[in-house]
């Protein structure tokens, strides 16, 4: 009896000071006791209960003493024993934690669930319920078998008998035998439907403290077309994680454990009701071998086979997938902008009254898809019941939620509630990916509901969508004067593989301008000058379009990489703006976020600007030259300054920037709050420019004709730099050059007034035009906001912003 005392298991003491411990078990042998050990057994109408309480011992050697308390059940019997106090001197293992050492060694209690006899000096090779000390019991035990010992450990000089004491019983077996026990297992039964249609499933030893080192096994087998539902309505187990490590029940869609899992489960549950899909369900309940001394009871609940249950036809039938374990859940994937049906249990006949079934209609959402859920109504009848409180649907209802409420579970806040015969709505579509929705079939019968679902591409880019669910999205100014419009999904990435259509139409007296925030879209080729146009931008790009009024469209630039497009403003007289997103097959990126807005339309040169012809050269500033330019005014989008500049035929035109200063930067920034665009011809793509020009730089541009156009647009998110200054010349390329004046370097032939005028109209790096002048006129003082008009042919303007 002694060896019983100093079993390892449960002491933080002896499994950490294993030497030390065994010397002891050596030296300090408890002194035999059995005048205090104490037997409770059941016999035929003999007492089925009574209490006990520590021995009155008198120790004045302080010398170990021990005392086994035997509780022995009769057959088809189990004991129960509960503890009313308890107050051990001692620090209980948890001690150990904080560094309380030794724990549980001058006074404590073993316990011990599994005796299969009433020889207790083998207690040693029974299985160990736990040492406990200090002011907190043991919690409820109940044998595993017939028998359960306390062996009770002492040094103390006195113990008396409110040192602990508790009650015991000896309760009726039979609710443990779930069915048809398996051979030389305490705990694994069959349970078959035709024996045994409902009834109650319980751990071994519930509600007590569940055993260590356990496996049960529970095995449901019914008759065909019956189901087996199970719900657990209490239901503890230790706690190791998420996915149980440690203690389990392991609950199998089938016969046996090769069969499809429905869930694993531990911790605490709640309303935990689980269904089989077809006859059979096998439920497998683990304890593993550990020194942690855990204290949880185990689990209760009821069994029912049944062919009431809702057939799961109507799920299989229209290509839904059923959640395993629930009654008539199911679960519906896109297989990308696939189209199906649902309909209620039992359709096209009457569905089953007091059912709940939920239908989890999920699109493809990754890197490369996102769609959306269109639901389309063609049968409904749910009997409306009689009107309560805020709610109209008080018997049977179909409620919808479209926003993915269920990932929060937070089924009480729906979209649609509806019942009755006109509450359907024509169609819903889901705000994300996900559609669900929840049929409760209430007291009435009904035919029920049969609906189509559609997964739809979901770009979410604002804006009105084209019918026919393309990526294509339509501004109008009669709708909305301004807003927003981005990439789709932005600020996630855009999609590989898509086209995508931006419409912006404003009215005869309108115009539309877009001013981007955020810009980057792929691209394999970086050069220094901005990535824009089609020799650079050939993977994924954004193009912009002025739409007109006879089906015509002039490109205005295509754009790449992180190089932004400049503000742009629809041509006087224009339709509008169109917008193009092209991606390929290859990476992507965040793509783009813009603004719209329609304005009353501006004169031909907008905010500023003017019409220059019958000259031979001119200046052109930017506004407040040479102070900064500025934003437009507040709530206007932007300030356009448009020059034309017509020279005669067979000449072009020769553009020479003295300085440029502008906010952006091509090739890292692009140029989204201010640009200056020139078209070299009617008919051309302008070329933008942003950024600042160093002194030793040279920037000139000539014309493809005898038309030049320039266009400068501030945003109203600009916020000003110096501009630009530039010299414009009426320059041809003929080498005779007669009547004229033929620059040496540049080539160029140039008008002969232009000769000694003290501007460089040869180009930036030819000032031919300006050696060997005799007495070159200081012609400056013109150039700073007055237009002269010399002799003869001698004749240059200066165009004042």
């Not at 719900?231 to 706690?239: I, N, T, Y």
């Not at 007034?753 to 031919?768: R, T, V």
Request: with cysteine; proline share 6%.
């Amino acid at each position: 009896m002694a060896s019983a005392l100093w079993h390892a298991s449960g002491s933080s003491f002896a499994a950490s000071h294993a030497p030390v411990f065994l010397l002891l078990l050596l030296l300090l042998q408890p002194r035999a006791t059995t005048e205090c050990d104490q037997r409770f057994i059941s016999i035929p109408d003999g007492p089925q209960n009574g209490t006990f309480h520590a021995p009155n011992l008198i120790n004045p050697e302080g010398e170990s003493r021990q005392c086994v308390y035997t509780f022995l059940a009769g057959p088809h019997q189990r004991v129960e024993l509960v503890f009313s106090t308890f107050g051990l001197r001692g620090s209980p293992p948890d001690g150990a934690a904080v560094g309380e050492l030794p724990a549980c060694v001058h006074e404590y209690m073993d316990v011990y669930t599994e005796i299969r006899t009433d020889n207790t000096s083998k207690l040693i090779e029974t299985p160990f319920g736990g040492r406990y000390c200090g002011p907190i019991p043991p919690r409820k035990r109940v044998s595993l078998y017939q028998g359960i010992a306390l062996s009770f450990y002492t040094d103390k000089n006195v113990t008396l008998p409110t040192l602990f004491d508790g009650r015991y019983a000896f309760i009726n077996a039979s609710e443990y035998e779930i069915g048809t026990p398996a051979p030389s297992l305490p705990c694994s039964f069959t349970v078959n439907a035709d024996v045994k249609r409902t009834g109650n499933i319980l751990s071994p030893t519930y509600p007590g403290t569940y055993p260590k080192d356990l496996v049960c096994s529970y095995q449901f087998i019914g008759q065909p077309r019956q189901r087996v539902r199970l719900e657990f309505r209490d239901f503890d187990l230790f706690f190791g994680g998420p996915h149980c490590p440690f203690d389990y029940v392991k609950v199998y869609d089938g016969i046996n454990n090769t069969s499809a899992v429905i869930g694993t489960y531990c911790g605490q549950q709640r309303n935990l009701v689980l269904y089989s899909s077809e006859s059979s369900l096998f439920v497998l309940f683990v304890t593993l071998q550990r020194t942690a001394n855990t204290q949880n009871r185990g689990f209760r609940g009821i069994f029912e086979f049944s062919e009431s249950f809702v057939k799961l036809d109507f799920i299989t039938n229209y290509g839904g997938e059923h959640i395993r374990g629930t009654e008539c859940d199911q679960k519906i994937l896109s297989k990308k902008e696939s189209v199906g049906n649902v309909v209620s249990p039992n359709f096209p006949y009457p569905y089953i009254p007091k059912v709940v079934c939920r239908y989890f209609i999920y699109g493809m959402q990754d890197s490369q898809h996102l769609e959306r859920v269109r639901l389309e109504f063609s049968v409904f009848v749910i009997p409306k019941g009689e009107a309560k409180g805020e709610s109209s649907c008080t018997d049977g209802y179909l409620k919808l939620y479209l926003k993915g409420q269920e990932a929060s579970d937070s089924y009480d806040k729906f979209d649609y509630e509806l019942c009755g015969k006109d509450s359907n709505p024509e169609h819903v579509v889901s705000d994300g990916p996900r559609l669900v929705m929840v049929f409760s079939s209430g007291e009435q019968q009904g035919r029920g509901f049969k609906a189509k679902y559609t997964f739809e591409t979901e770009y979410r880019i604002p804006g009105t969508a084209a019918p026919d669910g393309s990526c294509t999205f339509t501004y109008r100014s009669v709708s909305r004067k301004r807003g927003e419009f981005n990439s789709p999904r932005y600020p996630s990435n855009y999609p590989s593989d898509t086209n995508c259509t931006y419409l912006f139409l404003a009215t005869p007296n309108e115009q539309v301008t877009l001013v981007f925030d955020h810009f980057k879209v792929r691209t394999k080729n970086y050069n220094v000058s901005g990535h824009y146009g089609a020799e650079y931008c050939q993977d994924d790009w954004v193009e912009i379009y002025n739409m007109y009024r006879d089906d015509t469209e002039k490109l205005i630039g295509r754009y790449c990489g992180m190089t932004a497009p400049g503000p742009v403003e629809s041509t006087l007289g224009a339709l509008g703006v169109k917008v193009i997103l092209h991606t390929d097959s290859d990476l992507v990126y965040s793509g783009f976020k813009a603004r719209y807005t329609f304005e009353n339309a501006k004169s031909i040169f907008g905010d500023c600007g003017s019409n220059i012809s019958s000259l031979h050269y001119g200046l052109i500033t930017s506004p407040n030259f040479p102070n900064k330019y500025e934003a437009p005014p507040k709530n206007v989008a932007s300030k356009t300054c448009n020059w034309f500049i017509n020279v005669r035929p067979n000449h072009q035109i020769l553009l020479n920037f003295e300085l440029f200063s502008v906010e952006g930067e091509q090739s890292a920034r692009g140029c989204p709050a201010a640009v200056l665009r020139m078209w070299m011809s009617p008919h051309s793509t302008p070329l933008e420019l942003c950024g600042v020009k160093e002194p030793e730089e040279k920037w000139s541009h000539l014309s493809d004709d005898h038309n030049m156009r320039l266009s400068f647009l501030s945003a109203d998110k600009a916020v000003g730099q110096q501009g630009f200054q530039a010299v414009w010349t009426e320059v041809t390329q003929d080498s005779e050059c007669k009547g004229g004046f033929l620059c040496e370097r540049s080539g160029y032939c140039i008008d002969a007034s232009l000769k000694c005028n003290n501007i460089n109209n040869c180009g930036p790096e030819d000032n031919s035009d300006e050696e060997h002048c005799a007495a070159p006129a200081d012609l400056a003082p013109a150039l700073a906001g007055h237009t002269a008009v010399l002799p003869l042919s001698l004749c240059f303007v200066f165009v004042t912003i």
